[in-house]
């Protein structure tokens, strides 16, 4: 199955935040197709103000692919499905439990809800703003997974904070998607996250995708986790507006779907 533009866009977007130049003749070999439609897609990356474009290829625009875009700027697309979806995942925890929360700005969401509680819970997670957002609350156990410093993601990842993650067990995971389809499951952009996430998967008795309706029927470039082959409980906290096509297929698959206003499917 060939890469669509969005994934293709995304893959580009990824090379300039870590090398700060890409070249077309490259591009096209790594992901298979013509120079003319690697052109195009920095064309359309140049409109959106990612990208420079040079001499065979581009080079990053100055403060365009940066944490803020990563990380901040996504914190505001769909905000408020994102402020439902996590009121929601928050009122699935319960007193004394173990959970992971990975990075992303719907988990950050919830521990946003978590941030006043006053009963016991033990939260894991590899994200800095959850770190923050949850460090006054005595009453949390806060465990931070250590790792290399992701900038654009803030958060920390590599070899070590996946062998770390071998050696724990959660009640429940929370867990951010790039997307979340019936045809190829939870699939990323980033390696990294894959394997972290992975880790995460095998080791949670419950495991919660928190998405808004933009990530649901979406397919990404990497493939990872066999989410329909684990025999964890599995829901999918999303909005209302989400592929219905996609929610009955995933519940077919084995998926308990949870609305962001608490009903189900």
């Not at 521990?111 to 005595?138: G, K």
């Not at 990842?157 to 429940?172: E, I, K």
């Not at 933009?214 to 409980?233: D, E, T, V």
Request: hydrophobic letters at 40%; one cysteine or more.
């Amino acid at each position: 199955m060939g890469l669509n533009t969005w994934q293709r866009k995304e893959i580009i977007k990824q090379r300039l935040m870590t090398e700060g130049r890409v070249a077309v003749s490259e591009l096209s070999r790594k992901l298979s197709v013509s120079a003319v439609t690697i052109r195009h897609d920095l064309a359309e990356l140049s409109r959106e103000g990612f990208l420079v474009r040079t001499y065979g290829g581009a080079i990053r625009k100055e403060g365009a692919i940066s944490p803020e875009y990563s990380f901040l700027a996504k914190s505001r697309q769909h905000s408020q499905e994102k402020k439902m979806i996590a009121a929601a995942a928050a009122r699935l925890i319960q007193p004394g439990q173990i959970i992971f929360l990975d990075t992303g700005t719907t988990t950050l969401e919830i521990a946003r809800q978590l941030a006043t509680v006053n009963f016991d819970l033990t939260v894991v997670t590899t994200s800095l703003p959850v770190v923050s957002t949850l460090i006054a609350n005595s009453a949390i156990r806060l465990l931070v997974i250590g790792g290399f410093v992701r900038r654009p993601l803030a958060d920390l990842s590599g070899p070590g904070t996946v062998s770390q993650l071998a050696q724990m067990s959660f009640q429940q995971c929370f867990l951010g998607v790039d997307g979340l389809s019936s045809r190829a499951g939870l699939t990323t952009t980033d390696a990294e996250t894959a394997a972290l996430e992975e880790s995460v998967l095998d080791r949670s008795e419950v495991i919660n995708i928190v998405a808004d309706a933009s990530k649901i029927g979406r397919i990404s470039l990497l493939p990872y986790g066999n989410i329909f082959r684990r025999p964890a409980l599995k829901r999918l906290i999303t909005d209302r507006t989400a592929d219905r096509k996609e929610l009955t297929s995933l519940r077919q698959a084995g998926f308990v779907i949870i609305l962001c206003s608490g009903g189900k499917q």
